[in-house]
């Protein structure tokens, strides 16, 4: 028969339970701080990821103004306005309507994040390509051959967040115009999303870019795009290779400068227009070839065809030049090497 417990032995095994309860567990557990775990910050983006997704992309808004300027021959202001994390129900409830939203897959990841371009921005831009002075008209729905061109621009725009992208292994594939009833879809209504937007302007029109990504699957890439913030900047090929190309088109004042002589006073009193200055040089003499304001090297006068130019003899060391030179004559030329 088993032992039957009274009141007063119930509450005393209460009374235990509660004082063993208030005294710290021992053990490896008791050395370290557990905290609450709140599951709705999963895939918080922190402001160190913040500061860097913004660099980033105000590097993806400055090398497209660039381009788009040059390639629509017309002035193209963009720049970054904010980025933050939404979830997806809220985004959605920003887009305008009727725009251009198109899919972008982010390999090796494998998600899809979205990218909207406002119709009040496509029209002056198709109208430049198609010939016009870049007017922009009231929103509507692009026809087939706008809608074509439109998308080589989107492209464009693809391209370049790939250069800005690549130092963490991010790319971006273009896949299609998406229909405004599908887009709610592409991603479930709670899920966060980082939410890019870029303000951009043209002589008649303006308007926004906004570029949508899911967040959590980010958040490897954003580790890694801060641990790149702290090893030296190296600059892609084909960043390297537009470099030269910019800086073969910049053009550079030259001047085919004399060597040191003495002249007569009585001889430039007298100069006229016609007078013919003998100048107390061997024509063998070489002069000094300056580049944009900077010694370059020895060269020698010539004539091609029309044109005067300057033989280069040799190169010339910027530490021993002395730049106190006077009385000197000073012609301008181009060069030809």
């Known amino acids: 028969m088993g032992k039957q417990l009274g009141q007063g032995d119930i509450d005393a095994l209460f009374a235990a339970a509660g004082t063993n309860s208030s005294v710290p567990p021992t053990g490896p557990v008791s050395e370290g701080i557990l905290e609450r775990f709140d599951f709705s910050k999963a895939g918080q983006i922190s402001n160190d990821q913040m500061r860097a997704i913004s660099s980033v992309n105000d590097l993806f808004a400055r090398n497209l103004m660039h381009t788009l300027s040059a390639w629509l021959r017309t002035p193209f202001k963009m720049k970054l306005v904010a980025g933050e994390q939404l979830p997806f129900s809220e985004f959605l409830e920003r887009l305008s309507s009727p725009s251009y939203i198109c899919s972008i897959r982010l390999e090796p990841l494998g998600a899809v994040g979205l990218l909207e371009l406002e119709l009040s921005l496509a029209s002056p831009i198709v109208d430049v390509l198609l010939g016009g002075v870049g007017r922009a008209w009231p929103a509507r729905e692009l026809t087939d051959i706008e809608e074509a061109i439109l998308t080589s621009v989107v492209q464009m725009a693809v391209r370049e967040l790939n250069l800005a992208w690549q130092s963490v292994g991010l790319e971006f594939v273009f896949e299609k115009r998406e229909p405004e009833p599908s887009i709610a879809r592409m991603l479930t209504p709670g899920e966060k999303t980082l939410c890019v937007s870029f303000e951009a302007r043209m002589p008649e029109a303006q308007g926004a870019m906004n570029l949508c990504l899911p967040a959590v699957v980010l958040d490897a890439i954003l580790r890694r795009l801060i641990s790149e913030e702290d090893r030296p900047k190296r600059r892609s090929k084909e960043a390297q290779a537009r470099m030269r190309e910019l800086i073969g088109e910049a053009k550079v004042g030259a001047v085919l400068q004399f060597p040191l002589m003495r002249l007569r006073g009585s001889d430039l009193a007298t100069l006229e227009p016609g007078t013919v200055l003998r100048l107390p040089l061997s024509r063998h003499s070489t002069s000094e070839l300056r580049v944009g ?45």
């Open 293 to 337: 304001g900077l010694q370059f090297g020895r060269a020698h006068p010539v004539v091609s065809g029309e044109h005067r130019g300057a033989q280069l003899e040799g190169g010339y060391d910027n530490r021993d030049s002395n730049d106190t030179l006077s009385g000197q004559s000073i012609a301008e030329t181009t060069t030809e090497n």
